[in-house]
Nanobody
């Protein structure tokens, strides 16, 4: 199975940038589509972005299009989320997971989640 560890979160002012990393272990992630999700306090976890196994295709939720960029390095077994022009509405714990290869579905496939990484955007 694939296990993931997220990192790179922190406190940033509105308009700032952060890059999150998701390091996978266990089985190589190169065969899987990967995605990022987030959960804000008091809200359900939601899909953010996904990328195909070969980086040929990406998909984003509308609210982050043009601001976030998902990428991956299969040689390093790592997925990234570059986040620009952050707003307080982006404040959440961010998680990564294996996702349905139909990227627009935005459905996580692993039952277990990593610990996530906290992103806090101050106004």
């Amino acid at each position: 199975q694939v296990n993931v560890v997220e990192s790179g979160g922190g406190l940033v002012q509105a308009g700032g940038s952060l890059t999150l990393s998701c390091a996978a272990s266990g089985r190589p992630m190169s065969s899987y589509a990967m995605g990022w999700f987030r959960q804000a306090p008091g809200k359900e976890r939601e899909f953010v972005a996904s990328i195909s196994w070969n980086s040929a295709n990406t998909y984003y939720r509308d609210s982050v299009k043009g601001r976030f960029t998902i990428s991956r390095d299969n040689a390093k077994n790592t997925v990234y989320l570059q986040m620009n022009s952050l707003t307080p509405e982006d404040t959440a714990v961010y998680y990564c997971n294996v996702v349905n290869p139909r990227l627009s579905v935005g459905r996580p496939l692993l039952d277990h989640w990593g610990q996530g990484t906290q992103v806090t955007v101050s106004s």
